[in-house]
């Protein structure tokens, strides 16, 4: 990714976006494992690699947002159902309202009918109440020339799978800028998270294979673009994060930043320590791990 220092010019609209000050691109995330089913199980629930709760025992971002009383979307270009996609399925299962626009099954489960833009028409028009929309993206997974349209395919100049795969990036780009523009126009807009679930080896060719891990499979973007309201509601929340944007963070901890970003109070097991919107955030790069705690980052 251009934005994270990449010298081709793959995230054009991101790098825009890092020059408002309201926005803000943290520079030492990392992913929880290099796998999307283990990533996503993780921090889209309290279970974490620092934690002794067990995965059943969790709670889920959905459940505490739901009893908090937001409505809540799923919208994926992902697989409802396959050898991999099940269990994150089982946490859409609780949101309000699932969108699925992948209607393909099976062992692969890096093949969709549809470009991530088309999910950009299943957002809500325009929220009343509180609300969460998660979208699950194809985002830059393999195979890389599968993600964008023929006319996405501008880096013609190198290694075709390095090239492939910042054509992914660039397009990728291009829906983030979609789906900003879209969900920025909601009249009760706070926020947009960005994260990715695991990085890519493409410069190998190792993909994100756990058992080839690299250090490039657990690098990750994470960005949180807020709207003045927001700022304005939240401000001293905002200042925190802006303080914390060299910090070292998993994203197995989106749930605790998540719980603080929606402004839900009193949920059980609530940890400050792992929650980088607050000035108690103690992670750092000594204590952060990936591979769900078997590999240290420092590494």
């Known amino acids: 990714m251009q934005a994270y220092g990449y010298p081709k010019e793959t995230t054009p609209w991101l790098c825009q976006a890092m020059s408002d000050d309201k926005n803000i691109v943290f520079n030492n995330a990392y992913s929880n494992h290099t ?31 739901k009893a908090a009383g937001y409505e809540t979307y799923w919208i ?14 089982e946490i859409a299962s609780t949101a309000d309202n699932q969108i699925w626009i992948n209607q393909r099954a099976g062992t692969n489960n890096s093949r969709s009918d549809y470009y991530d833009e ?12 509180n609300t969460l929309i998660i979208i699950h993206l194809m985002g830059c997974h393999g195979s890389y020339s599968d993600r964008y349209p023929v006319q996405w395919n501008k880096f013609q100049e190198g290694i075709k799978r390095i090239d492939e795969y910042d054509n992914a990036v660039l397009y990728n780009d291009e829906v983030l800028r979609l789906i900003y523009e879209k969900v920025k126009a909601y009249s009760n807009f706070k926020a947009m998270v960005y994260f990715s679930d695991h990085g890519d080896d493409a410069e190998n060719g190792n993909g994100h294979e756990a058992s080839k891990f690299t250090n490039t499979m657990s690098r990750i973007p994470f960005v949180i673009l807020c709207s003045d309201a927001f700022i304005q509601e939240r401000a001293k929340t905002f200042a925190v994060l802006k303080q914390q944007r060299d910090s070292y963070w998993t994203n197995d901890l989106l749930y605790d930043v998540m719980i603080d970003i929606l402004d839900i109070t009193g949920v059980p097991r609530e940890n400050r320590q792992m929650d980088i919107a607050s000035p108690q ?19």
């Open 118 to 129: 088309a999910l950009i028409d299943a957002l809500p028009t325009m929220p009343i109440k």
């Open 35 to 65: 796998h999307t089913v283990p990533v996503l199980t993780y921090a889209l629930s309290e279970k974490n690699q620092y934690n002794n709760i067990k995965l059943e025992d969790a709670y889920s971002l959905i459940e505490i947002a």
């Open 76 to 89: 994926s270009n992902q697989r409802k159902y396959g050898a991999w996609d099940t269990p994150i399925s």
């Open 281 to 299: 955030y103690s992670m750092n790069r000594d204590t952060v791990r990936t591979l769900h705690g078997t590999r240290k980052i420092e590494e």
